[in-house]
């Protein structure tokens, strides 16, 4: 699917994919965006805007990371977007892969992105995006999409604590799995939000000229939103780590007190038990057996011994 | 709440917040604090002061990282500031918003903050701060919130010589839980000190034109203060990592010890168990039972097996 | 083994290697590749280019590191190239030697090489690689030898998935080993593919003349490539660490259940055992043992006990 | 207590207080060094002096980090020395101010410190280190300074030797004790020493006019030094790392072998015990019982039973 | 022991001490090398080649690092050379110190030194080390000690893979000594080729006028050994590192393994231990025990009870 918008002189209008060459020419600002393009469409990008082969290649090829390049009409850049974003699953990332020049950007994804959309209403119903110039309709994309990563980043930090207070309670194979899942996303995220910083710092750079000077706050702005996701990151790789540590360290808690019980009952019976096998052989010749009160002195010494561990295990602050 | 302060000549007075214009016409050295501002409040940041919308936004928006933004007229500054602050609990930390010129710093800020009232305070009462410039002002502001870092920096230093001295009275799962909160209270402190460590960083860059060469060294000192503060978190994270890997290897140990107790108890009782098993037999032809000291020779050997296993167990050092 | 192509003027001829001196001094391009060559053919490098000793030395000895060295005349080039490729076995890396100038490639390599033959056919093949110049044909080699490693690296990602699932399932030092093998060659993988990340980084200086400024581009899709196989296997190897420490708090737990049913089982029965061994003592006089209900009564204080501590460890949460 | 040495032409004489500003006027160098200053030597500092109030704040207020800070007229240097010195308690770390200009140094310590008693007494007695300047007499001080910290260096590595031996000799709590105290020093030192080694790189920079280009020399060998340490340090922290690492496994070690001691035993013993129980029944009609050679056949089959058992175990390598 | 080389027009022979100094003068070229030189032996270096004392003290104290310094006619350059290379123990490292000038090298060393031997034969037999210059022979030099670092590293390897057949062979702790022991050694090794790496970096700097151009891609050479070193050693300690990871889960299993036997022999045999022992009663009153049949349905039940285990654990996946 390809849809065009076209701006001149304050007037934003939809236009038709062949007419792209003539706005062009009448210097109109552009965005021409293609979601899910079929190969004809996709033959626009070579034939009408003739860019470079290795950058409609990876336009085909998936999972590319994060860049800017620098092509002599225009740039070149790939950013990530957030796709599947359930915690319950590993994070599904997908691109958007912009061609950014003074008067048109054109975009190419796979499959609807409700970031994109969003952006498009905007630029759509009003004409102070396209005002501001080409950049600043590339500022809210970028700032789009980065803002995307924050409900789900929130959502990790409340799941830490989760997991954190479900520690004390069960104890379950879940809960390393859960910790595991959580901290791989998070990985996933983090070397997605360093190449997404690498791209910011490139539009930033003093020789990007499409950016005007006095656009650059906002893609500064980005960019401070981009290093609080790592600082986000950062901290809950870091809690995550620490509370598989406390929750092994739980566990292994438990198993010295699920040993310390053992040793206690095993220690005080089996003594006792070895007075009673003594007394239940079948000698012929053992005086005990014959006395008035053996049986009622062996009780007692049984009752003595099993006191006195006792006492020894209150010592070694077993009990 | 806004207050402010006017300074011209070596006078200070407080003002409406209505006059602020007349005053900044009147090159007079400004100082607004905005304390939970209302909407109509936050209006003279940009009715007044006519600051960026961005700038603005992030005054509105929480949990900002600590930044310096160099806008045409004024600087933007956020710094961090303690508000919970106790061990016990994790720490809680607030915003200050600064906006610095030549003229004026407005200050920004949710929630009351002593720190803005003790200079507050100390700048109403005496000239010597305006005296000595906006910047002089700045500086004030800073060491307050910096040095205010250092009690509860100081008080985890003590905590952890308390745990190390505890893991080896009582055995609890509450250790470990105190040493994770404090981990992770290190790691959100190192965090916002990093980004405090930057502003600092930009302050004293030879481009930053707000502050007179002659104050800079009152700068210098209070990045001196983040470097201690930097030197006492790092080490104190790495100490809580040893603390805990102590305590770990001291579980350890102690399970060994029950564990040994355990074996040592079965294996001496066991086999003696097993003989007495052996003549509690009811088989009609036992010929040991019917000789005459067959009970005291059993009981014999019982005596020798446990000396024996004794023996070996102390060759092994298990006793 | 060698074989030449020579390209002047659209026409590529497989030539012999006696007229390589002839075909230079006609500016012809050229590619000499050397396989598995005799010391014979090996001096073609001395005589015939008079390439610098220490490179021909480097070719002769194996395990070179990737590397790009200047010479007057030509840069002498070493990088790695898949051999062994089983995910079940150690990889097996080989060196392909490059002598790049503006007129001539010539390849070196010990052992037949699939991506070495692909380009080769391509470049014969086909005047347009030749036609952009002996950069684009060292682009051709790149970009074979880069892409190679794709294949692998998606491979370990799958088994780290089949991994994962395996270790809820069955339990064998099979998983370890496993583990230890995948990142064994991830950290192999790592270490060549930070030399060859700095190959193209030389490459791609300003003061590397060879490289035309418009087959630059293709220079900077192959480092893109590298890039993105940096962050898999970066990703990969915290993911082996995580799987590996999923897979110990696993064991872990299992061995907690198995010493729990030891514990629950012992400490319920012991005690039972003990009773029944004091009524099966032998004294004469054991009042209980003539009484009507005395074993009755036995049974059910043992059941009693045996109940009790049943409720015990469920309220403990052990059963 | 205040003493101040001044040379001029060759003479080193020891000087009362009050004469210092005469001194300076006359262009002698000096060295004035407060040990334990009161508060009317401290004034010294500003009113003689005139030192920034900052610096002088600096030396009043313990726990600085080593520094270099430029003045006006004089570098401030902070550098941190050792107090407690035995490696069985938690170093205690002290610190010199040194105030140092072309003409004077001045030097601040709270408590005796024997380096500076040790270069004030060289100073004292020959005039070959004023002669060559302040930096040749600063050289001096750095130098004892850093060398003082070799001795306990070489001690930590004779104690990790010591420790290492320990490990498999007996088993105690102490080792962990022992190996957490030495790393905490370690991270100590590792701190002080980094702080101590950015004051060297300050005063070997191009900028830092107090210190002649041939004097440099002298200040890169302290240099060296530190680097040393460094070297000493990290190495000493990795290896008590590994040596706690090795305890661990060792304590691992003897667990297993703990618990495999009782596995065997109670695996052998336990099925014997239940052939005697089954044969100490009280049933009437028990066949067995009654045939002549019953026990004898018991007894061999438990032979058997234990011999098999023994042998599964020698090939499961347990025994 | 000294002994000098001295070549001029194409001629090398060995000279007395005696003549240096005219030598030096005549701009002959000169190697001398000091063998544990006596004290007498040392004052050559102040008395006839004036080095700086600082330079002269190094020679005399043991354990420097590598590095290089730039004094006022020589350089003055520590490397440091294998001695003790066996696997089994600690390496032993020593130093050698080169006083390098355009015309000559001096040599220092405590202790025969077979690669200085090497080098000297090579000098002293053939011209066409000293017709190269200097810098041709420092080349050999370091070209030699760094050579002399591989043999022993690559030994490593094959006692990596050696312990890892091991691991799964026997259990003793010599399996983590050994791996405690090459970790050391890789620690200690990679201290010192970390040095060495800056020597090379610092002779191949521009500034560095000793090296001729032509030289220059000899040292490139070294330096592109010791990076392979470095590879080398970095991967042999992360594979240390995954190879006692490996051991310790290992052990883990085993532990469990053992455990689970306990736990099953135990949970089958106490429960019908308990039956006997309920058999085994004295008590008058006990129904069960007249009945013809209670004998044989009681060993029935044993049966069922002990399958019923049996299956239990197959089911849990114990068996
Ligand atoms: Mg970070
Ligand atoms: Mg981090
Ligand atoms: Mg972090
Ligand atoms: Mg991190
Ligand atoms: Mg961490
Ligand atoms: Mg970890
Ligand atoms: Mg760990
Ligand atoms: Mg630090
Ligand atoms: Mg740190
Ligand atoms: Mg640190
Ligand atoms: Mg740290
Ligand atoms: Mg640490
Ligand atoms: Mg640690
Ligand atoms: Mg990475
Ligand atoms: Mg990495
Ligand atoms: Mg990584
Ligand atoms: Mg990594
Ligand atoms: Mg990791
Ligand atoms: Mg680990
Ligand atoms: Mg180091
Ligand atoms: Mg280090
Ligand atoms: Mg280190
Ligand atoms: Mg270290
Ligand atoms: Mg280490
Ligand atoms: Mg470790
Ligand atoms: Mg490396
Ligand atoms: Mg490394
Ligand atoms: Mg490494
Ligand atoms: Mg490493
Ligand atoms: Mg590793
Ligand atoms: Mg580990």
């Keep these: 699917m390809i849809r065009c918008l076209s701006y001149s002189q304050g007037e934003i209008v939809s236009i038709s994919p062949n007419t792209i060459t003539e706005k062009i020419n009448n210097k109109n600002l552009l965005w021409v965006d293609l979601e899910n393009p079929t190969d004809s469409e996709i033959k626009i990008l070579s034939d009408v805007f003739k860019f470079h082969p290795l950058t409609i290649e990876d336009c085909l090829h998936r999972k590319q990371r994060s860049k800017v390049e620098n092509y002599k009409d225009y740039y070149f850049i790939v950013m990530n977007v957030f796709k599947g974003r359930k915690l319950e699953e590993e994070f599904r990332i997908s691109e958007i892969f912009l061609f950014v020049s003074q008067n ?125 996701l790592f600082d986000f990151i950062d901290t809950y790789y870091d809690l995550l780590t620490g509370t598989l540590d406390l929750y092994m360290s739980y566990i292994s808690n438990r198993m010295n007190g699920v040993m310390k019980t053992l040793t206690i009952i095993a220690t005080i019976i089996m003594p006792l038990t070895l007075i009673t096998g003594i007394y239940g052989m079948n000698f012929k010749n053992m005086p005990e057996l014959n006395t008035e009160y053996g049986y009622f002195v062996t009780l007692a010494v049984m009752g003595i011994i099993a006191f006195a561990e006792i006492l020894y295990f209150k010592r070694k602050g077993w009990w």
Tied chains: 1, 2, 3, 4, 5.
């Design 104 to 228: 048109y950007i054109v975009t190419v994804h796979w499959g609807n992105m409700e970031v994109v959309n969003t952006v498009y209403e905007k630029a759509k119903s009003a004409a102070n995006i396209f005002e501001r110039g080409i950049d600043f309709l590339l500022y809210n994309l970028a700032d789009e999409i980065i803002d995307d990563y924050f409900p789900i980043v929130d959502e990790v930090g409340n799941k830490i604590d989760e997991i954190e207070a479900e520690i004390f309670e069960k104890e379950s194979k879940e809960i390393q799995s859960k910790i595991f899942l959580l901290k791989k996303n998070m990985l996933k995220l983090r070397k997605i939000i360093t190449a997404q910083r690498e791209v910011l710092n490139t539009l930033l750079r003093h020789d990007f000229v499409i950016i005007k000077e006095e656009n650059k706050l906002y893609f500064m702005d980005v960019y401070d939103h981009i290093m609080r």
